[in-house]
């Protein structure tokens, strides 16, 4: 047997992948029931939702719930992982909510706020608060009205996030984010000016051994997950540079450690070395500059412009932009200002 999962711990993807390749003297059993026994704590409702969602692929191919297992099948199955021990209580904190219908929230998620409670943050988060939402709107009855997550972004991160209402959202959404198929845009400042307009950055990410925390890039696949970011130069300010990122893969931290390890970290990022002046003059002015900076904007300057998906209903093709962030504009506009009027070395 080969069995393989995809946890939230190394992805913020919130989906877990199985796969099993069915023993040569496996008798004849359906596949919900063969996948109960071979999963823990899943529950056939997860499975039979896994099912509807088309999620259950066997030898390559979409089954029903009434397939029968055969000797030598290889089986593949993508679920919304399920909710986290941690309990949730409704909190009445403002949300901005960009879209929702019976299936999904598309919110606009601040910096500073948190996404779901974890050690050290077990309340004031998003969940929380779409949580409180939820339960003081109108439902369809029979409806169970909890947040679904079917991905996250950082604590300082802000951005579009997309949220299921019911946990058959949740699993066709999650499958497009395990084929990697939705939609995404980043906007991140970075230091130092880079070389190429546009370039891709791989590599292997896995969790930094001298500090859990942090996550960084190695060479050898054995350490890490498959991570591809591809970046765009928006505009140059000499001493830091705007990019469009695009995700090919989404892991943990990936667009902080994928620049980070090619040696432009983000602008005050401070887990990752960005929160340092490490480009420009030796002039007080200057670092006086950089520090103001910091200060407008105290936390690493990545914001998660936008999101394509298809509605897990209705097909449709749907898209939400977003406008910078009040403090990452800011921050940009000062490095303009600032290019404009200064005679800038060459980096």
């Known amino acids: 047997?080969?069995?393989?999962?995809?946890?939230?711990?190394?992805?913020?993807?919130?989906?877990?992948?199985?796969?099993?390749?069915?023993?040569?003297?496996?008798?004849?059993?359906?596949?919900?029931?063969?996948?109960?026994?071979?999963?823990?704590?899943?529950?056939?409702?997860?499975?039979?939702?896994?099912?509807?969602?088309?999620?259950?692929?066997?030898?390559?191919?979409?089954?029903?719930?009434?397939?029968?297992?055969r000797p030598g099948d290889v089986i593949s199955i993508v679920m919304a992982h399920p909710p986290r021990d941690t309990e949730v209580y409704p909190e009445d904190i403002p949300i901005n909510i960009l879209y929702e219908d019976d299936e999904i929230i598309v919110v606009y998620k601040e910096a500073g706020m948190v996404v779901h409670p974890a050690h050290g943050n077990?309340?004031?988060?998003?969940?929380?608060?779409?949580?409180?939402?939820?339960?003081?709107?109108?439902?369809?009855?029979?409806?169970?009205?909890?947040?679904?997550?079917?991905h996250r972004i950082d604590k300082d991160t802000s951005g579009v996030l997309l949220v299921a209402k019911n946990e058959l959202a949740q699993s066709k959404l999650a499958k497009q984010f395990f084929d990697h198929s939705i939609d995404r845009k980043y906007i991140a400042l970075v230091w130092g000016n880079l070389k190429d307009d546009e370039g891709t950055i791989?590599?292997?990410?896995?969790?930094?051994?001298?500090?859990?925390?942090?996550?960084?890039?190695?060479?050898?696949?054995?350490?890490?997950?498959?991570?591809?970011?591809?970046?765009?130069?928006?505009?140059r300010f000499g001493y830091v540079t705007l990019v469009e990122c695009v995700l090919e893969t989404?892991?943990?931290?990936?667009?902080?450690?994928?620049?980070?390890h090619i040696g432009h970290p983000l602008f005050n990022d401070e887990k990752y070395g960005g929160n340092e002046i490490l480009k420009g003059t030796t002039f007080t002015k200057y670092k006086q500059f950089v520090q103001n900076c910091f200060k407008?904007?105290?936390?690493?300057?990545?914001?998660?412009?936008?999101?394509?998906?298809?509605?897990?209903?209705?097909?449709?093709?749907?898209?939400?932009?977003?406008?910078?962030?009040d403090d990452l504009r800011s921050v940009i506009e000062k490095w303009r200002n600032y290019s404009v009027h200064k005679t800038l070395e060459e980096l």
């Open 1 to 69: 047997m080969i069995s393989q999962a995809e946890t939230p711990d190394e992805s913020p993807d919130l989906y877990e992948h199985f796969r099993f390749v069915a023993d040569k003297g496996q008798g004849p059993v359906r596949i919900d029931r063969y996948l109960a026994a071979k999963i823990e704590n899943a529950s056939r409702n997860r499975i039979q939702n896994a099912t509807t969602a088309g999620n259950i692929l066997v030898n390559d191919k979409v089954i029903k719930s009434s397939y029968i297992v």
């Open 122 to 150: 077990f309340n004031g988060t998003l969940q929380n608060a779409l949580l409180y939402h939820l339960q003081h709107s109108p439902a369809k009855p029979g409806s169970e009205l909890k947040p679904f997550l079917v």
């Open 202 to 235: 791989s590599g292997f990410i896995g969790r930094d051994v001298r500090d859990r925390l942090v996550m960084r890039i190695y060479e050898n696949e054995s350490q890490g997950r498959s991570a591809v970011t591809h970046y765009k130069v928006l505009e």
């Open 250 to 260: 989404g892991r943990t931290h990936q667009i902080r450690a994928h620049f980070r």
């Open 296 to 325: 407008l904007m105290p936390r690493q300057a990545l914001h998660a412009k936008s999101l394509g998906f298809i509605h897990p209903t209705s097909k449709e093709y749907l898209f939400f932009d977003s406008e910078y962030p």
